[in-house]
């Protein structure tokens, strides 16, 4: 082949090393080689290895807004990422929580914004933090607002890709894990973390799973990283208090009162009309004890009914109508 010819064709050539295409270019600098053409050769493989190398790093590699980078380690076997990014568009951050809920969060966050003032100080924001409380009530979307407030990548945990059957591995998956994002500015969200310990008590080998927990508690304790490591759970009761003493904050996410439930109400229907008649106050204790999750759930329920039904806002039968059929998931 004419070596113009040639060259053009290398330049268009894009994938893994793996990728058949690439191993015939490699198949064809070798016959190069081996004719003599040795420069050709190099030519060739120069502008191979280039492309090679791009099409790995637009697939492997994560940047964030503060110019670092991150390769997101796979698990060896089935060759599945330990972690996924979950695009800032999709990060829900509109929560409505008790003051001193709010307070406590919204700290996080500030502590994170002022971590150079305070590192003149010697001082270092809170970075490790437990989120616990009853299902529904906002845990992970608390990690994803901090992620949103603080303007870090938010990354979470695939655990069914961490945990593994096979001796040690589990635990070279956290290390990696926690290896990679030892530069990287992000919130590490370990959602429902205590997976890892229920998994103790099923399939897994005790001693293995034993030794996960424990490598777990010391990734976390060696965790000195430029980002916010959030782990959540619904089980405080029967986690292992040595858990606790690695965070350096636990928060609870409660149910919400009457007056959280009435502003989840206003906040989720606020772009649709409500007859005067409703009575958020009164809509609200009727929804006490209910989860955040099931009252939003209730209210567009109720919208989605009254639209339906040919109406232009939502009336008090909507919603007796959605309480009423929502009744099987109150917990
Ligand atoms: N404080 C809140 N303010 C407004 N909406 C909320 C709040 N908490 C939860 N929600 C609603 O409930 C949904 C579920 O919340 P989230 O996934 O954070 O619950 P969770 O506590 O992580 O529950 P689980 O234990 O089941 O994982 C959210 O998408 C949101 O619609
Ligand atoms: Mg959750």
């Not at 890709?161 to 990696?176: D, P």
């Not at 990287?184 to 293995?208: A, H, M, N, W």
Request: hydrophobic share 40%.
């Amino acid at each position: 082949m004419n070596q113009d010819l040639m060259l053009r064709l290398f330049r268009s050539i894009e994938g893994e090393p793996t990728d058949d295409i690439v191993k015939v270019a490699d198949a064809i600098i070798d016959s190069e080689r081996k004719k003599g053409h040795s420069k050709l050769a190099d030519r060739l493989n120069g502008i191979l290895r280039r492309n090679v190398q791009s099409t790995q790093s637009l697939k492997g590699e994560l940047t964030n807004i503060f110019g670092s980078t991150i390769a997101i380690p796979t698990d060896k076997r089935k060759n599945i990422p330990l972690a996924v990014e979950v695009p800032r568009e999709q990060l829900r951050h509109e929560m409505v929580l008790p003051t001193e809920v709010e307070g406590k969060i919204s700290r996080i966050e500030k502590e994170y914004v002022a971590r150079e003032r305070l590192a003149h100080f010697g001082l270092k924001p809170k970075r490790r933090i437990l989120l616990h409380g009853a299902p529904g009530c906002g845990k992970s979307m608390s990690a994803e607002r901090i992620a949103w407030n603080t303007g870090l990548p938010f990354l979470k945990v695939r655990f069914e890709a961490v945990i593994s059957s096979y001796l040690g591995e589990s635990a070279n998956n956290l290390k990696s894990l926690f290896d990679a994002i030892r530069n990287y500015p992000c919130v590490l969200l370990l959602d429902e973390f205590d997976f890892i310990g229920k998994s103790r008590e099923t399939k897994q080998d005790v001693g293995e799973m034993h030794r996960v927990v424990n490598i777990l508690l010391n990734v976390l304790e060696d965790y000195e990283g430029p980002g916010i490591v959030i782990a959540t759970t619904n089980l405080e009761g029967t986690l292992d208090k040595a858990l606790f003493r690695r965070f350096d904050d636990i928060v609870e996410l409660p149910k919400p009162g009457n007056e959280e439930i009435g502003r989840i109400l206003q906040h989720t229907l606020g772009s649709i009309n409500v007859s005067k008649e409703v009575q958020w106050s009164e809509l609200a204790s009727v929804l006490s004890g209910y989860s955040a999750a099931l009252v939003v759930k209730i209210a567009l329920d109720a919208a989605k009914l009254a639209i339906l039904s040919g109406k232009d806002k939502i009336e008090k039968p909507h919603f007796k109508q959605s309480i009423h059929d929502n009744k099987h998931y109150k917990m």
